[in-house]
């Protein structure tokens, strides 16, 4: 996978969506957490993706009269129009309880906003504006128990390109974070973005390497590990021998790590299609915020 | 990736309601293709494997889930003569050749050329098509016994009536099972589909038409092909869009013209008769729920299994049903709303819609009723847009010049009135004509600027035009004359 030129955003705000999941508060929680550390104003986003209603009844009868198109038409807009109302009022709702949470939080003037479309489409466009996403892990429309993630990050992963800060499911402050490292171009440009960024400024960080060391890794990593002393960090390293999700979820886990860097899909979708991806499977697995960097 | 979602999307989102909307359109659909194999005069297999083979390859290469395609009235119509004249074999070639032609259509990307067919043509268009469809049942009410009068009259109150008492089942069919069954029991001498033609007892196979392959074939085969293929394209984007709209989702059009293509070169091998996009089916399946592109598949796999394993029955049903049946379907087609709006919409309109309908009923032509349609309405626009030209006059330079200021759009409908409006008897030094807020946009304007400008320098009044915008100032450059030494008359009228 090549590597374009990367133009590490510094201004725009952090743009957090909402929805009525119970991500919502924390998603609110990181943002807050997000804007004070990169001084960014912050933004709230409810996305109104509307899918078509079905009617509350079964019509078999399987006859047409005089007007029987109009009034279908008539019946599914008027169908739509409510449920389009409820949401409408719903996301209302959750963009000034965002802010109440914001301002309590002391962030001036929270900006709320609310679209029409398909989320990541929306995100794509909203992207020229904004310095960093927030999401959260699961939608509304996401099943719980399966443990499956929403079918929208994942579309929103692969859709923007503005690092992406998932929320978990309770916001924690943010004392340790981890950088989940491999040597390749994606892993060490988000080591870059990371010695840029004031968002983790300060904070102790760590290495994670799954597999074996090569010769060209370990070049890599201190090359890494530099980068990040040159910017004020004092990085650590870990090796350990393993499947790339399984050890990072263990080190995660082990170590009270409370944030993970990580590169986005660095596989081809093809490769994505027969085995999934890691990042899907460390999302899935990790039960503590994740900052995609494409 | 998004292969895959638009294929989860498109098939299996609504997987109930697509199922069971397939059920309820294909019972309507047996009726209906029955009805019409018998306008076109094939026996009704011809329709029933059409149907099956149309609705089953749309449901994979059209571009609209949720609409459904099968053999047609529109479509039917636009047969008898070559079917009377010529037989099936050519009917299936025609059928083959319709669907070359539409794939054709759906790469040049004949559908952009919809914009130019106005709502009152579609309008215009349905209610012909409702009309003809109601006409086509004369037959079968002429000459008949008796009892077919009230068995027809029960048939469409069960219809109109069953809905009101439960939603449940499909009340055509109740229709056709309940007349069917006091036919068969009070042995009422009616007639009934079996003495009509043969009907299927196997599943299609694949054929070649049996025709001579020389030039005269495609003399008589491509005229009815090329109309088959306009008036199917021309339905199927009607009721593309009228599926658009009730279920706010969009369609490709190009797609669609392919995939009806592709559905009717299968159905011209495997015996059936060329089809296109049913409005009143389509309507049928997204109120019973309908979708997805599953219940076009399984409207066609349910129809063919019910006909094959069911054929003794069907058989058996009185036409008096299906005359009901489609009856009914010409009343749902028909536009009524557009009866009461000929009072208030404007004139040209409504004039655009009679001349559909008054040339299509003539000919029994949608495609000759549609291009009737299509010139009305460019010719009404003309006449409104001939309107849109205004020329004011005043005096310039203590008297010595008229300055003229045209405005609006000069073109052949409104060239005349352009002329008019200067006054050629005014014994005056210098004319100067302003035309920077006026548009000229065909030969007819330009000999009419030319012709104005010649006028008067054969007064001896010298002309001067002024504010010639860059459009305008092309034309003239490339067309007219006037401003070329020893121009004497414009060679452009």
Known sequence: MSVKPYIIPVDGRVMACLDASVYSNPVVDHAVWASRRLSAGLTFLHVLDRKPSRRPEADFSGNIGMSTQSDLLTELVELDARNSKIAIRQGRELLNNARIRAEQAGIATPDGIQRHGALADTLTEMESKVRLFVIGKRGEAADFNTGHLGAN??????????????????????????IAFDGSPTTRKCVE?????????????LLVIAGKVTADT??????????????GFTPEEVVVAGDAEQVITEQVNGRQIDLLVMGAYGHSRIRHLIVGSTTTAILRNCHIPVLLLR | MDFLQSVRREW?????????????????????AIAFSLIAGVDPKVGLYASFCIAVVIAFTGGRPGMISAATGAMALLMVTLVRDHGLEYLLAATVLTGVLQILAGYLRLADLMRFVSRSVVTGFLNALAILIFLAQIPELINVPMAVYPMVVAGLVIIYGLPRLTRRIPSPLVA???????????????????????????LPVFLLPDIPWNLQTPMIILPVSLTLMVVGLLESFLTAQIVDDLTDTPSDKHREAKGQGIANMVSGFFGGMAGCAMIGQSVINVKSGGRGRLSSLLAGVYLLLMVVFLSDWVGLIPMAALVAVMIMVSIGTFSWQSIANLKHHPRTSSLVMLGTVVVTVATHDLAKGVLTGVLLSALGFARKVSQVVTVSSRLEDEGATRRYTVTGQVFFASAGQFLDAFDFGEV?????????????WDLSAVGALDRIVLKFKREGVEVELIGMDEASRTMVDHLGVHDKPGARQSPAH
């Not at chain 1, 990050?153 to 929320?167: F, G, K, M, T």
């Not at chain 1, 973005?193 to 960080?205: D, I, W, Y």
């Not at chain 2, 309601?17 to 359109?25: E, H, M, T």
């Open chain 1, 153 to 178: 990050l994942e579309r929103v992963v692969r859709s923007v390109h503005r690092p992406l800060l998932v929320a978990s499911r309770q916001f924690k402050p943010i004392e340790r974070f981890a």
């Open chain 2, 12 to 32: 299996f989102s609504n997987i109930r309601g697509d199922v069971l909307a397939g059920l309820v359109v294909a019972l309507a659909l047996i009726p209906e």
């Open chain 1, 193 to 205: 973005m990371v010695a840029m960024s004031p968002l983790l400024k300060g904070l102790p960080c």
């Open chain 2, 428 to 440: 005056i030094e210098h004319i100067r004509i302003d035309v920077s807020r006026a548009h000229f």
């Open chain 2, 176 to 202: 056709i099972v309940l007349l069917t069954v006091a036919a068969v029991v009070f042995g009422i001498p009616v007639p009934n589909v079996g003495d009509k033609g043969e009907l299927p007892d196997a």
């Open chain 1, 218 to 231: 370990r070049k890599a990593l201190d090359c890494a590990k530099e980068h990040l002393q040159g910017a």
